[in-house]
C-alpha cells in the first residue's frame, strides 16, 4: 500500500476526500437537486407529477410572505440582542478573565448541553404567566393585570435569542482573544480615550467575530421553528413553522420544497449584500 | 517642601481617581459577565430543579414539592427510555463515521495541494451555512423520491446526522492541523519509519485531542438534533422527537431527568477538559 501511495502522489489527497466528500455529494448536494425537482412538481398527495410549475413559487410567496418576512425579522431582532448582550461577555472573558477563562467558556457553551427543546421548555416555567417574572412586572405595571409574557412575540425572540447566544459569544471570544494587548497599550500612548481606542482598535479588530457570529446566529435563527412552536401560537408562525407543517401535516410537498429553495434563496442573497457591506466597510477603513 | 510635597501628590491624586474609575469599570463589567452567566445558566437550573418537582397536576409549570421519585423511576414514562436508546446509538455511530471521514478530509485539505481543493472547501462549509429545516426537506425529498427502496428510520437518521457532522469535525480537527509541527514526523522518517507507522505512531496521537474533541462536538450536536431528525424519522423517536410528541399534551418530570443526566455527563466531561487544560498549562509554565 505504501509503495502504491509512493507511485502515486496525487492520488492521496483524492482518496482521503473520496468517502466524506461522496457522503456529503449524494446526501447534502443531491438532495438539494431533488428539493428543487419537487418544487416544480403538481398534483396531490400521493400523485405528483413534474410539470415546470413555478407558480408554486409565486403562490408560496403570495401565500406566506407574512411569515417569511416574520422570520427574518425576528432573526434580525434577535442577532441583534446578542451581540449587544454577548460583546461584553466575551470581552471580560477575553481580557479580564484571566484563570477562569475556560470555565466560563464552558458556561457559555453549557446551553448546548440541554437538549434544544428541553431548554426551550425551561422557558415556559420561566415565562408561565403564574411565574414570578411575570409577577414582578405585573406588580410593576410593566404588564397589565392580565398580561402575559408567553404566546407573545417577546417569548419567542427571547427564546431565539437564549438559544443562538453560544454562536455569537464563541466567535466574539475567539477573535477578542487575538487581539495583541500590545496594540491597546500603543493606542493609550498615542493618548487615546478608553472609548476611542476600544472604537478604533478593539472593535475594527474584532470584525471578523462579529461578522461570524452574526452570521452563525442569524441563519439557524432564521430557519427555526421551535421557539415559535413551543412558546408563541400561530399568529408568531415563522416560515420554517409552515415548512414542517406542509412536508409532514398537510403532506403538500411542492409548497414545501419552494419554500425551502425561497429561504435558501432569500439567505444566500442576504449574505452577498452583507459580504459586500463588510467587504466595502473595510474597505473604506 | 510644599511644592515638592504638592507636585509628588498631585499625580497621585489623579492617579488614585482613575484608578478608582478603572476599578468601577473593571467591576461593572465583571458584574455584567455573571449576571449574563446566570443569564445563561437560569434555563439549565429550571430544568435540573423541574426534574426533582413533584407536580399536582399534569403541567410540571408550577414548582409543588421536592422528590427524588422522578428520577428513580426515570423510565416509569411509556417510550422515553427507547427514544433515549435510539439516540444515544444512532449519535455513537454517526459519530464514529463522522469523524472518520471529517478526519481524512481534513488531512487531505491541511496536507495537499491538489485540484479542487476550493471547492472542497466550500462544500464542507456549505452544510454549516445552511438552515436545518433546508438541509432536513431536501434529505426527505431525496428520500420520499424512492419510497420502494428507501424507509424512513434510523438508517435515514444516521445518514442525515453524519451528513451534518462532518462539517464540524473537519473544521475541528483542521485547526489543529494547521499547528502542527511536522519536524515530528520528519524525524520519525528519518529514524526509518515508513508512512504508515508515521501516521499511525506519531501523526495520530498527536491529533487525538482535537479528533476527540470533535468526536464529542459531534456526539452533541447528533443527541440535540431535532429538526433534520424529524422530518427524516419516519416511525422512530429519537429522545427530541419523543419531548416534542409530549411537549404538545404534558411534559413528564422524567424528561427533564434525561435531559438533567445528559448535562450532567457533558459537563461532567467539559470540566474535566478545563481542568486537564490547566493542568497541562501550569506544567509547560513550571517546565521552562
Known amino acids: 500500500m505504501g509503495s502504491f501511495l509512493h507511485r502515486h502522489r496525487g492520488l492521496t489527497p483524492y482518496l482521503l476526500l473520496a468517502p466524506g466528500m461522496l457522503w456529503l455529494a449524494i446526501f447534502f448536494l443531491v438532495p438539494m437537486v431533488f428539493l428543487g425537482y419537487q418544487s416544480l412538481q403538481s398534483g396531490l398527495f400521493p400523485h405528483f407529477q413534474f410539470t415546470w410549475e413555478f407558480s408554486n413559487f409565486s403562490s408560496a410567496l403570495s401565500g406566506y410572505h407574512t411569515q417569511l418576512v416574520r422570520s427574518f425579522v425576528y432573526a434580525g431582532i434577535a442577532t441583534l440582542a446578542c451581540l449587544v448582550l454577548a460583546y461584553p461577555l466575551a470581552y471580560w472573558i477575553a481580557f479580564r478573565a484571566g484563570p477562569w477563562r475556560n470555565l466560563f467558556l464552558l458556561f457559555i457553551v453549557a446551553p448546548f448541553f440541554v437538549t434544544y427543546l428541553v431548554r426551550t421548555l425551561a422557558w415556559l416555567n420561566i415565562l408561565a404567566d403564574q411565574g414570578p417574572v411575570v409577577r414582578v412586572l405585573r406588580d410593576v405595571h410593566v404588564l397589565g393585570p392580565d398580561g402575559r409574557l408567553l404566546a407573545t412575540t417577546f417569548a419567542v425572540v427571547a427564546g431565539i435569542t437564549y438559544n443562538f447566544f453560544p454562536f455569537m459569544a464563541l466567535p466574539l471570544y475567539v477573535s477578542l482573544e487575538q487581539i495583541d494587548p500590545r496594540l491597546l497599550e500603543a493606542s493609550k500612548d498615542l493618548y487615546a480615550s478608553s472609548t476611542q481606542s476600544f472604537l478604533r482598535v478593539t472593535v475594527p479588530l474584532s470584525m471578523p467575530g462579529i461578522v461570524a457570529g452574526t452570521l452563525l446566529t442569524f441563519i439557524p435563527a432564521a430557519g427555526d421553528f421551535i421557539n415559535a412552536a413551543l412558546l408563541g401560537t400561530p399568529n408568531q408562525a415563522m416560515i420554517g413553522n409552515v415548512i414542517q407543517a406542509k412536508f409532514l401535516e398537510s403532506l403538500d410537498y411542492p409548497t414545501a420544497a419552494s419554500l425551502s429553495f425561497i429561504l435558501m434563496g432569500t439567505i444566500m442573497v442576504m449574505l452577498l449584500i452583507y459580504a459586500w457591506i463588510v467587504g466595502s466597510e473595510k474597505l473604506t477603513g | ?288
Open chain 2, 1 to 288: 517642601m510644599t511644592t515638592a510635597a504638592e507636585t509628588l501628590a498631585r499625580p497621585a491624586r489623579v492617579g488614585l481617581a482613575s484608578r478608582a474609575w478603572r476599578f468601577v469599570a473593571r467591576h461593572s463589567l465583571t458584574v455584567y459577565a455573571l449576571l449574563a452567566v446566570a443569564y445563561l445558566m437560569l434555563p439549565i437550573a429550571i430544568v435540573i430543579l423541574f426534574s426533582f418537582n413533584h407536580p399536582t397536576g399534569r403541567f410540571n409549570y408550577v414548582w409543588h414539592k421536592f422528590t427524588f421519585d422522578n428520577w428513580i423511576h426515570w423510565n416509569s414514562v411509556l417510550g422515553i427510555q427507547s427514544a433515549l436508546e435510539k439516540s444515544l446509538e444512532i449519535a455513537l455511530l454517526a459519530t464514529f463515521v463522522a469523524t472518520a471521514l471529517g478526519t481524512l478530509i481534513a488531512l487531505a485539505i491541511v496536507r495537499h495541494r491538489f485540484v479542487g481543493r476550493g471547492a472542497t472547501n466550500v462544500v464542507v462549509f456549505l452544510p454549516m451555512s445552511t438552515p436545518e429545516i433546508v438541509m432536513g426537506s431536501s434529505l426527505l425529498a431525496l428520500f420520499l423520491n424512492d419510497q420502494n427502496t428507501i424507509q424512513l428510520g434510523f438508517w435515514t437518521i444516521f445518514i442525515a446526522h453524519v451528513m451534518f457532522i462532518i462539517s464540524f469535525v473537519v473544521v475541528t480537527v483542521k485547526a489543529r492541523l494547521i499547528g502542527f509541527d511536522r519536524h515530528l514526523e520528519e524525524a520519525a522518517m528519518d529514524l526509518g519509519a515508513n508512512e504508515w507507522t508515521t501516521f499511525q505512531k506519531v501523526t495520530l496521537p498527536l491529533l487525538a485531542p482535537a479528533i476527540i474533541a470533535a468526536a464529542l462536538l459531534g456526539f452533541a450536536l447528533s443527541i440535540d438534533d431535532f429538526v433534520i431528525t424529524y422530518l427524516n424519522a419516519g416511525p422512530v423517536q429519537t429522545f427530541p422527537i419523543f419531548v416534542w410528541g409530549v411537549a404538545r399534551v404534558a411534559v413528564p418530570p422524567q424528561v427533564n431527568v434525561v435531559a438533567s443526566a445528559i448535562f450532567l455527563v457533558a459537563i461532567g466531561l467539559g470540566l474535566a477538559n478545563v481542568v486537564w487544560q490547566y493542568r497541562a498549562a501550569k506544567s509547560t509554565r513550571g517546565g521552562t
